[in-house]
């Protein structure tokens, strides 16, 4: 049995893809703290492409009271260990053509981590 292909295939076949106006939405089978889907938009940009949550992680934590501080050492920890930038409360990562499987993948699970982590804080 190929687990490699079952999964692969699992995964296409709960995922998709939304053009709004040249932000590309993904939608991704993880789940976050509230049990919803992981979504990254993707915008192309001159010298690369930007991935984004739209802030979506951040203000939904903060919705339910969590408080960060810009120099929130353990929210930096995280996103420095995925390579994960914050504009605000937008979790941000740009990139080449060559890297956007792995920055998304990265990204999402930066995103499934500061959920998890502060929504048990």
Excluded at 31 to 54: P, R
């Amino acid at each position: 049995m190929e687990y490699l292909e079952v999964y692969s295939s699992w995964l296409k076949q709960n995922m998709s893809q939304r053009d709004n106006d040249g932000v590309i939405s993904l939608v991704l089978p993880y789940l976050d703290k509230d049990n919803d889907f992981i979504e990254i938009y993707i915008v192309k940009e001159e010298n690369g492409f930007t991935l984004t949550d739209d802030g979506e992680t951040l203000n939904s934590l903060e919705m339910e009271g969590v408080s960060f501080s810009k120099d929130s050492e353990k929210l930096n920890s995280i996103l420095d260990s995925f390579g994960v930038l914050r504009e605000e409360n937008e979790l941000i990562v740009k990139c080449q053509f060559n890297e956007l499987a792995l920055k998304i993948h990265m990204l999402s699970l930066c995103m499934m981590q500061v959920s998890n982590y502060f929504a048990s804080s």
